[in-house]
């Protein structure tokens, strides 16, 4: 019994490291996306007008180097989501057996959890 409260205890903590995780990631892929261009002042805005357009052939541009990049960084996003949900629900599944020490052993891996991974967040 006491295996089992512990085990539950640290996935509750493991999953709210995740949850933490998944912000650092998320901030970090905003970081490394290039800022969009606007147009600024009317010369640029006359070139992107629609008849202007229409008359210049449009060429493909090259894909950008961080393209590739950016579809390994939105499926590890996507796995990390998948692993948050999963173990949610696993966890949920655990508090829905209505054993009062398995459900102390996610409030308090919750807590925990917090306690040790949400002070990361102001380091970002």
Known sequence: ????????????????VLKVWRVCLSSSSKLARPPSQHPSDSSSMLECSPSVSSLTPIEPRPPAPS???SWLLHGIQTALHVLQVSLGYM???CVMSYNTWIFLGVIVG?????FI????????
């Open 1 to 16: 019994m006491v295996v089992s409260v512990l085990v539950v205890l640290l996935l509750t903590v493991f999953y709210e």
């Open 67 to 69: 393209t590739k990049n």
């Open 91 to 93: 966890l949920m599944l």
């Open 110 to 114: 919750s807590a925990l959890g917090y």
């Open 117 to 124: 991974s949400f002070p990361l967040l102001g380091h970002i």
